[in-house]
């Protein structure tokens, strides 16, 4: 009976060994060969200081930058999801009327969606360029620039979403860094 518990526990040691440290050791050994940037969230450096990742979004919520889509987890990678509440929810309008007023945002000139309501993941970097370009005259005005000043950097940063589609989007983080670069914000 005891050679048989012992012989168990072996058998759960070598598979704990095996599947969980074997392979997420491969895993990083693979993914360090395949994908060296990728590897660590693509983590983006300003003067040897760690700002953010290109691949994450971060909360930015000063006038003078470009903000990203809400996130129903606060921005915290170790939390990603989305809120689960359904479009009829009350509370969805309730995160999105101060969301609107920040925006600047009136039945005149409604906000695009994306930036009052959450992605799925609560951490995508990018918006549309649409979205960013709705922000260019409220980051102009913080920056003491000319609107055309924001939208050349939005324009300068766009990429296309996929092969064929005509929209384009834009990496906050790496738009916002590039606005501080162009037009630098008083603090």
Same mark, same amino acid.
Do not use: K
């Given at each position: ?8 526990? &072996?058998?759960?040691? @070598?598979?704990? *060994? ?12 693979? #993914?360090?060969?395949?994908? $060296?940037?990728?590897? *660590?969230?693509?983590? *983006? ?8 990742? &290109?691949?994450? @979004? ?29 479009? %009829? ?22 906000? $695009?969606?994306?930036?009052? *309501? ?12 649409? @979205? #960013? ?9 913080? /920056? ?6 924001? &939208?050349?950097?939005?324009? %300068? ?9 005509? #929209? /384009? ?19």
């Amino acid at each position: 009976m005891l050679a048989d518990l012992i012989a168990s526990l &072996r058998i759960a040691l @070598a598979s704990i *060994l095996v599947c969980v440290v074997g392979y997420a050791g491969a895993l990083l050994g693979a #993914a360090s060969l395949l994908a $060296p940037e990728s590897r *660590l969230g693509r983590l *983006l450096e300003i003067d040897a200081q760690v700002v953010g990742a &290109r691949d994450l @979004a971060q909360a930015f919520t000063r006038p003078e930058y470009i903000w990203p889509r809400p996130s129903a987890v606060d921005y915290a990678a170790d939390a990603t999801g989305g809120s689960n509440l359904s479009p %009829a929810n009350p509370q969805i309008r309730e995160r999105a009327e101060p969301l609107l007023e920040a925006l600047g945002a009136t039945p005149e000139n409604p906000a $695009p969606a994306e930036l009052v *309501l959450a992605s799925g993941s609560g951490l995508d970097p990018h918006i549309t360029e649409a @979205a #960013a370009i709705f922000q260019a005259d409220r980051v102009a005005r913080a /920056r003491g620039v000319t609107p055309g000043v924001i &939208r050349e950097a939005i324009e %300068a940063r766009a990429r296309p979403i996929g092969p064929g589609d005509p #929209a /384009r989007v834009v990496n906050v983080l790496l738009l916002n860094i590039d606005l501080d670069r162009i037009a630098p914000a008083g603090d």
